[in-house]
């Protein structure tokens, strides 16, 4: 009785919370409202070119806080290391920003202009170096730490390269970036003292830095510095260090720093907490070139020379963009309506933000042993949201920048030599063991059976089955598979002996399924076989009499608790949802995407299924980033993303079809909305992509599921100059049912087909029409 009080006390608590969220965020219909009336207009602002003017960077960064994509509006280039943008304030100035990723679209005021983020993730790293424009008539109150500066979207512009607003300061900002360096130019009114500060010790969220030191060199214009900063994931493996090395190309009047609520004129240098002053002449254009490096701060000297040298702040914006229109590019689309071409371009956008490069000019990055090493004739990455990603972002990689993915899988390589495990969210320098599993697995594999083989998959492979059937190596911080003993003695995971049973027995039986292909691929033949028996494993926990995968104990009982909508969000003495992860009973009751025939087979018939699964689609919320999910489908949340694909294991492909076109219509939005949830370093985005496109990945396979396309058709190049047309012919908005479908004139008589059958390109058609076949 006292739990159940305290439960529905903690309900009031965070309703009442929510009641000043709601007010900031304003009415639902009049908040939308502010976007859909179109971009703001930003005087003297570069223009878009190409499929640039169709991405939104506003697209996702708001909504409900614990419901927003947490996507950024920051100008970067594809992958690239350096992501520049506005930072906005914490709601009462208190606590973590509204957005992980810095700026939220509801805030009116920005802290500042800071160089690095995660994007799509429920996590706080970067915000370094943060910048901060002011007058000199406004130097003390900027000089406060709750410094910031109003702004309105009236006045406020971005496309890929390229973010700029008019702040009521009467500044105007703007800024570009290249891989490794941001690219600042503040326009200050006539007639006032330009003044710049920057943060030396600056992080998102709840992050803090120590071993804080910068200089000032006013005769070159040369500012430099380090710190050591400690994030939601840099903190769990002891930190990291980020250097900078910056110019401004203008002359500085007069500099200074603060720290300790004290301005020391003349002084330029500053070790701990603080701010850079530096002071231009009145109504100055001033241009800040700003290069990171993980490695040293000589290293971002010469990112800095080697990136941004030569070139004027509209060359870069140019620059920026053609790298976004090459990725642009590798998929060309015609028809459908602009607002879905918008929405499309968008999500692609989104899906090569991150990872992020981590490796300098000269090669040098920082490995997972913390010494520095250099990547020869290769990109080094970090910051794989994997445990999302292989899902879409990386079968997506695969397939249209196979280029870019090698250089992911000879990153993912390092870190098994250097740190002794693949990892799962591997960020910076070090694991930082966010969810659980090992599903890196499933992404290297793929990538090896679809022919991506420029890496030591041996090393890779014994690492990978080391961790699934031995454990994780001594000396390594990967955490490893959670319960690994249990799962292999009573061949699932027991409820009695392992937390999160239920999601770890499927994610476990996904990962081993990869590995037995991989494994015979390589041809490891016994290793193979014990990988598909542990596949099965998932079966072991379905509950014939619930028809749910249920919480099972070690002497083979299934635990009675089931409360099959209950989210484990609201659960908060976990007495129903103990053994699942981020979502319902329901939820996880379709998880099993990697052998859909085997769950199905779990099923009394294909009818009670289909009608299960129906009932299930239908109980989703209609509002995209509603406040509350509900336990029935969500696509806010990556392990359930695949359901509607399930249809087409028991013979109803026409039911795929209408949910994955009901999804693309109504749960992505061309505003800042956007998404149903967390992007998660562009999952939910590269879903759209392959959907949009009439196909999906089963990832940790060579095997896509057919849909049926959005546009009338689609040019995917694949690289080698291979490629894949998709034509549907008359497809409209009402045509959504794919009556017959061929590759290369040969009519596909399943619902699938492999990687094989157009990795060397292709012609696919689709023959629309409005009722099912």
């Known amino acids: 009785m006292i739990k159940r009080i305290l439960k529905w006390l903690a309900i ?27 971009p703001g207009t930003l005087a003297g602002a570069p223009e878009p070119v190409g499929r640039c003017a169709q991405a939104d960077p506003f697209n996702a960064t708001g909504g409900f806080p614990w419901m927003s994509g947490l996507n950024a509006v920051a100008a ?47 996590a706080s790293e970067g915000g370094a170096f943060r910048v901060f424009p002011t007058l000199g008539s406004s130097i003390e109150e900027a000089r406060r730490p709750e410094r910031y500066v109003k702004f309105s979207h009236a006045r406020e512009r971005a496309f890929p390269g390229y973010y700029g607003v008019h702040l009521q300061s009467g500044i105007v900002a703007e800024m570009t ?45 040369e500012l430099s510095g380090s710190m050591r900063t400690f994030g939601s994931f840099s903190g769990r493996y002891g930190g990291l260090n980020v250097y900078f090395a910056a110019r401004v190309n203008t002359s500085i009047r007069s500099c ?60 870069l914006v140019l620059e920026a963009q053609e790298a976004w229109n090459d990725i642009f590019g590798r998929i060309e689309v015609e028809g459908g309506t602009a607002e879905q071409q918008r929405i499309f371009y968008t999500a692609l956008m989104r899906a ?118 031995e454990g994780v190596p001594e000396g390594s911080r990967f955490g490893g598979r959670q319960g690994l003993d249990a799962y292999l003695q009573y061949g699932y995971c027991p409820a009695d002996k392992v937390h999160e049973s239920v999601a770890c027995t499927i994610d476990y039986a996904w990962c081993d399924g990869s590995l037995a292909l991989w494994a015979e691929a390589l041809g490891k033949p016994e290793d193979a076989a014990v990988f598909a028996q542990h596949a099965q494993s998932y079966k072991q926990i379905w509950n014939p009499q619930t028809l749910f995968f249920q919480a099972r104990n070690s002497d083979g009982s299934f635990r009675p608790e089931l409360s099959p909508l209950t989210l484990t969000y609201t659960d908060f003495d976990h007495k129903y949802t103990e053994a699942y992860v981020e979502g319902s009973a329901m939820q996880w009751r379709w998880g099993s995407l990697f052998d859909a025939d085997g769950l199905v087979g779990l099923w009394p018939s294909k009818d009670k299924f289909v009608s299960a699964l129906t009932d299930y689609m239908d109980g989703t919320r209609s509002t995209i980033g509603w406040w509350h999910p509900g336990g029935n489908y969500w696509h806010g949340n990556e392990p359930f993303i695949h359901a509607p694909y399930l249809f087409n294991a028991a013979d109803r492909p026409d039911l795929t079809q209408h949910y994955v076109r009901r999804i693309l219509e109504t749960k992505y939005s061309d505003d800042y909305v956007g998404l149903d949830g967390n992007d998660d370093g562009g999952t939910l985005s590269a879903w759209y992509v392959f959907s949009a496109l009439g196909f999906y990945p089963v ?67 689709f023959t629309m029409q409005e009722t099912p076949k």
Request: hydrophobic residues 40%; aromatic residues 10%.
């Open 12 to 38: 009031i608590v965070l309703v009442v919370l929510a009641i000043p969220i709601l007010a900031i965020l304003g009415t639902w219909g009049y908040h939308r409202s502010i976007v859909t009336a179109g």
């Open 352 to 469: 090569f933000t991150m990872p992020t490069t981590f490796s300098d000019v000269n090669g040098e990055y920082l490995g997972f042993d913390q010494q520095v090493h250099t990547a020869e004739d290769f990109t080094y990455y970090t910051d794989f949201s994997i445990w999302d990603t292989f899902r879409t972002v990386h079968p997506l990689y695969t397939l249209i920048a196979p280029e870019r993915h090698t250089d992911m899988l000879r990153s993912l390589e390092m870190m098994v030599k250097q740190g002794g495990a693949l990892p799962r969210w591997p960020s910076g320098a070090g694991y930082t063991n966010c969810m659980f599993g090992s599903p890196a697995d499933l992404l290297v594999s793929e990538a090896y059976l679809k022919g991506l083989r420029d890496f030591d998959a041996e090393a890779v492979y014994a690492a990978a089955r080391a961790v699934a059937l």
């Open 177 to 221: 970036a290249t891989p490794r360096a941001g690219v600042h130019r503040y326009r200050f009114p006539e007639g006032s003292d330009a003044v710049m500060l920057i943060d030396a010790a600056s992080a998102l969220g709840g992050g803090r830095c120590e071993n804080v030191t910068a200089t000032i060199d006013p005769a070159t214009g």
């Open 256 to 315: 200074g720093t603060f720290s300790g609520d004290v301005y020391t004129g003349g002084k330029t240098d500053l070790t701990g907490p603080g701010l850079l002053e530096l002071h231009f002449a009145q109504g100055s254009t001033v241009e800040l070139r700003l290069a990171l490096s993980y490695v040293s701060i000589e290293n971002a000297r010469e990112n800095l020379a080697a990136e941004t040298g030569g070139k004027n702040f509209d060359v």
């Open 76 to 122: 970067c280039t594809p992958l690239g290391m350096v992501r520049l943008g506005p930072d906005t304030a914490p709601w009462l100035d208190i606590g973590r920003p509204m957005n992980r990723s810095g700026y939220y679209y509801g805030s009116n005021r920005i802290i500042g202009f800071s160089h690095n983020r995660l994007v799509g993730a429920d």
């Open 699 to 765: 990832a940790g396979s060579t095997r896509y599921e057919l849909g049926a396309p959005l546009f009338t058709r689609a040019t995917v190049q694949l690289g080698g100059g291979k490629r894949l047309t998709i034509d549907a012919p008359g497809n409209s908005d009402n045509t959504i049912y794919a009556a017959q479908t061929t590759l290369n004139g040969t009519a596909l008589n399943t619902t699938h087909f492999s990687h094989e059958a157009i990795a060397n390109g292709g012609t696919l058609t």
